[in-house]
């Protein structure tokens, strides 16, 4: 039953609303993120609350914590860890790197090399670090919260497909209306609100409800509706690279945990039409031609929603 899923996701979503304002549906992508095992990619341009989300839902969750300020002097050992000499044993003894935590903030992590960046593609996809031949595996719950800032991009290295398609969700915050900014300025006059959060659930529940989501049912139309959504991608005029298969497998487990969130036992088509831009949109690169007329990811997928069938109770709606 989803009914622990619904519990958990409401507390983590009241619980971070009440420091970051006016962004329930960004926060409840975050909470459904880790609840279906994925990483979140957070962009935007500074000052939003980037940082201040991913520490909240840390916080929040219970689970250990590591923050790591991607530099470009930053080294992949800094993140996976390095063989340090013991002289009292006289041998070798690995350091774990921040990486060996549950959730993992990678702020602003274009500002690192290529190389520093690709030493997270092994830890996101297979949940291990190898090191000298060795492989560690990372403690569960695993997810990584990666931040970037999309307008200043000197001395920045933009990520590469590989590792942008390893974030299930992507998500923009956004600048808050008067009103909001009126009650952030209320709520942050004396102190941070950070300050006095304290967690609503912990590791041991989280994969509980992870291993629920799993089980949400989800009807053969459903599964061939987020196909067809992310196939017809690959073949738009004005698209470069469509969605890859990682990209339907992401809308199927999004549209789980969506539907576990409701108290839902199955998946509706909704589910799938309600997160397709955040998992769809980054995986799709849009042709330079395309771009020169205006032309966007989001704009492709809009065109692919509005003209794909819906399907409903086992037939589709022209």
Known sequence: MPGLVHQVVRRLVESVGTVIIGKHAEVEQCVLTLLCRGHLLIEDVPGVGKTLLAKSLARATGCQFE?????????????????????????????EGPVFTQILLADEINRATPKTQSSLLEAMEERQVTADGVTRMLPEPFMVLATENPVELAGTYPLPEAQVDRFLLKVNLGYLSLEEEVAMLDRFQSGSPLEALEAVTDAHELQRCQNEVTAIHVDPVIKEYCVRLVQRTRHHPDVGLGASPRGSLGLLHAAQARAAAAAREYVLPDDVKELAASVLTHRIVVRPNAELRGVTASTVLAEVMDTEAVPVAGRRLA
């Open 67 to 95: 923050r790591i300020q991607f530099t470009p002097d930053l080294l992949p050992s800094d993140i996976t860890g390095v063989n340090v000499f013991n002289p009292q044993t006289a041998s070798f003894e690995f350091r």
